[in-house]
């Protein structure tokens, strides 16, 4: 489960409507999901990001980033790795 609150139409097609869990719980660390997209959105190359946690055997949780870039931006791992300090 990713938390994210969802509706499917007749013709098959998911639309995510909303959120119903904005913690992961990794490894007995609360993690705030808007904590992440808002210093992800504040990379000048970020149109869209979206958070979720992932079931894990070991952790509980991890997490996951999805992440859009602006227009004729090339985003990297390394670019993130460069601004939160983690790979």
């Not at 909303?18 to 705030?32: M, P, S, T, V």
């Not at 090339?74 to 670019?79: E, G, H, I, N, V």
């Amino acid at each position: 489960m990713t938390g994210d609150e969802a509706s499917m139409s007749p013709d098959g097609y998911i639309t995510i409507t909303g959120r119903i869990k904005d913690l992961i719980i990794r490894g007995g660390e609360n993690i705030h999901t808007l904590e992440i997209e808002n210093f992800l959105l504040g990379h000048p190359g970020v149109a869209e990001v979206s958070v979720i946690g992932v079931p894990d055997d070991r952790y509980g949780e991890v997490v996951a980033t999805f992440v859009v870039a602006r227009e004729r931006v090339s985003l990297t791992r390394k670019r993130f790795s460069n601004r939160s300090g983690r790979s």
